[in-house]
């Protein structure tokens, strides 16, 4: 028996742009029905990817293959029509001309028998039934993102390729837009790359996600994975605010205001950074200069002065500052918790929620 391959496959592409690597080494693989996002800061090089995929940039190396067949390598080339792509960019710009059916109705043949029935199946699917005759021109913007949606699903491609779908609409709206489409996708069974920026996004929409830098893709995994098992430390602040400890190896530990971290596999004299997320410090009050006994789980308690409160409205952050050394941590805490400045507390680490990683450079 053999393995069904991949529906989308990209192997080792790289992009050079006036002798800047601007795509290094990407690699990635998505299943039918599956929704991966390429998520990383702005210029990373994730349209460059997705244009290549769609075959309307050609890479200077690797190689693109579709449910197992080369679509693309730096000799062989299947245009872009015959990919059995779909596409959906940022401004996915309605032809103004052409009726909201006829926008729907663009990508199919006018052979097509079933054309029109398709056609009113999707505007339903979108909500947008009784849609059709309008023009782009009469619809909010969120309408519009969903003809285009539309549009780019109905010659049912294979593979779609989003990119920023939703960064042109109502941030109150795009929640919604982004699970309905996401319902739609799934019903739909192709498979999705769709690039973002926002961590926030790609939580919500993947299956998978591929964290990219400069070029290259650091660390690709289901969205907990990433968030909880990040691989270095601006992985971790990619999804989040952080809090930074430093400390040097010292026989296998490193010594912390928090007390010992193991800190195994690293040489003595090796500079670590302690992460943890600011809903991961634990507060408590102070007892008479007083603080908890020390657990197993959250480690020695350090004492700290809050500098700041801000409630956020599903929670409050407030900065402490360390009495130890004077460095600033955050803490979101639930509900409405707002302290004086100079209130002395004692902070808490959960060591399971520390990632410890060499510092860098
Ligand atoms: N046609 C081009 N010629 C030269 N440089 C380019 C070209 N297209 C993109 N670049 C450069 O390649 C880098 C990656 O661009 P790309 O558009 O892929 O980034 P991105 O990750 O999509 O960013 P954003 O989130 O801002 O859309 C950028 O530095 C960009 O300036
Ligand atoms: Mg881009």
Redesign the pocket.
Known sequence: MTATPPRLEVQNLI?V??G?T??DDVSLTIEAGQVTCLL????????????MIAGV?MQDAGRIFVDGSLVCDTVFRVPPERRSIGLMF?DFALFPHLSVAENIAFGLPRSDSTRMARVEELLERVALSGFGPKYPHELSGGEQQRVALARALAPRPRILLM??PFSGLDERLRDGIRDDTLALLKEEGAAVLL?T?EPHEAMRMADQIAL?RA?RIVQRGAPYNLYNAPVDRAAAAFFSDINILEGMVQGALTETPFGEFLTPGLADGTAVEIVIRPQHLKIDFDRAGKGPLPTAVDGTPARAEVARARFMGRESLVEFRLCHDGRILKATVPAVFLPKPGTPMWLMLRRDRCFVFPKAG
């Open positions: 992009r742009y006036d800047r601007v795509v990383g800061p702005s210029g990373c090089g994730k349209s460059t990817t997705l244009r940039d940022q990119d920023e690039v920026h990219m070029g």
